[in-house]
């Protein structure tokens, strides 16, 4: 059979262009902050002409400006991290002020007063007060490098910190972004809520995520792509409202993690987390306590690679998990005389579940069968069908008579590896690669077979590459340009792919040789009378996203202005099975007393399939010629 491919190629996704006249300045997709302020003297006068000299901690690079007329200044496009400002001008005081934290796209007042005297005389001030930023109007939060750290976080996924922002909450389950069903784009980090968050009541789709300043989106259900370790972050900002300009792109909040870069000191984390069943309970209906294991283990590592210029900073974080799913839930299979076609269990109220006995009618003459056994030749199909079940594990009952015994193999492996290097002051570039191979084998409700929403084996495969270039044209002039490429694949295969299910139990048809191996999908209503086998068929996709941004700011006078553009290109294409191995519905319809099943019915859904009675079928083909 010919596979169906959609492609949306050579597709925009976004062009902004934009430009901005403000006396404060919006920083868009990128990794950067800002420091301005005001200098006077004693009397509370500008003064102009000061040398302003902003230096980072850790890397030793700085910037240096001057204050204009008015005793303003202005250095834009700072690297997240720690730095000191010194105030020097010919008859005053030299003004230090040390431990001045900058976090992501912050604009962060650093006013200075200049005491008469020599300029070798300094005065130095210390302070790791919060910065109150006066020239935004967007609304939002820092998660710092030492909260992401020091908070517990369940699974380290480091999303759920966003709720620390207020009108941030974790996303409703089964949002399709939440990953409580465990469906290909959203099995990581599902026992932990993936990357849903709701901001201001907004829907989970709604968020666009980024990673320093490169779109982070996958184009599914609109969830994020990389999950970096928290141990690579150096911080992330979540905007609620108001965002600026240049995001665009979701209504929801904008999550602009930056990972960490190398210094001139080397640090290094190594960690294993180890959770197991051993001091587990065991769930209440459940016979057997499930086994789960949890090994999260990994590394981070930054150093120097020439002092005060090149740095690099590496991480990998791995997970072998075991995680019971559905646990001490029940499901419905057939009991060993119903296969036989004998059906007199269901004339004893208690047994049926429903409070009331059920009885089986002939479909052709739409008479009750003597004693609910059916007299007329059984399906044969429909009796390997019915064979492939396991036996119930709770005697007198006809539903919910099987545990589930559901445990999904977890496997990831996720890493980056980032360098930066300072050609001088004003010349500053970045790269970073991303990987992620993860995925999940999940053997579902029943052995063997497909049975279970996200059951069978769904991976992603990931790769990013990041760049940045900065250049200082002079102090009232600096140009940022972002360079991003993500190739994403997402897979979802049913269990025993490759074996062709169908034809061992004798269903025919047109899908009976499709290449979409495994078994049909077969089942009615809710699964409430025998559950579900069976799917859709194989699906996957690849998407193929590039993204190009600059951004030029002039400062001048007390205004500024900021020219740039993004644009983001996607490439997606996706197979879906489209149950082209075919969809064999039976009604759900019970016959209970006063209640006559319509003729081509039995009354009970078991007896329907060894009637050979659907109530309706569907195949999917594409054909050629």
Known sequence: MKKKTSSFKN?????????????????????????????????????AGVTVVVTNIETNSRIEITTNEQGNYVAPTLRVGTYRVEFSAQGFRKNIQNDITLTVSQIAQINAQLDTGEITDVIEISSNAPLVETSSSSLGQVIEGKQIVDLPINGRNFTQLATLVP???????????????????????????????SANGLREQNNNFLLDGIDNNESIVNTIVFFPPIEALQEFRVITSVAPAEFGRGGGAVINAITKSGSNEIHGTVFELLRNSELDARATFAPTKPIFQ??????????????????FFGNYQGLRQNLPKEEGNRVTVPTSRMRQGDFGELLNADFTGLGQPITIFDPVTGNPFPRNIITRPLDPVAVRYLNSFP?????????????????????FNDGDFRIDHRFNDTNTIFGRFSIADDSQNDPGRIPGFQAGFGAGLNTIEARGVASGYTHTFSPNAVNEFRFGFTLLRIGFFPVNFGQNQNQTIGIGGLGAGNTNTGISLIGGGNGNFIEYLGDGGQFTLRERSYQISDALTYIKGNNTLKFG????????????????KGFYSFSDFAATPGNKPPLGQTGYEVADMLAGRTSFTSITASLTG
Request: a positive charge; aromatic letters at 8%.
């Open 565 to 580: 553009f993004v644009t983001i290109r996607r490439n997606v294409k996706a197979f879906q099975g489209d149950f082209a």
């Open 294 to 311: 949890r090994n999260q283990f990994g590394f981070a590592f930054g150093a120097p690679i020439k002092k005060n210029r090149t740095f």
């Open 11 to 47: 597709r925009l996704i976004g062009s902004l262009a934009t430009l901005l006249l403000t006396t404060g300045l919006s920083f868009g997709q990128s990794d950067t902050g800002r420091v301005e302020g005001t200098v006077t003297d004693p009397t509370g006068a500008a003064v």
């Open 391 to 411: 036996l119930p594990e709770i005697a007198g009952r006809a539903t919910q008579n099987y545990f589930v015994k559901r445990i999904a193999k977890q496997t």
């Open 167 to 197: 009108g941030v909450s974790r996303g409703t389950p089964g949002s399709n972004a939440d990953g409580s069903g465990g469906n290909a784009e959203t099995f990581r980090q599902g026992d932990t809520g993936s990357a849903a968050i």
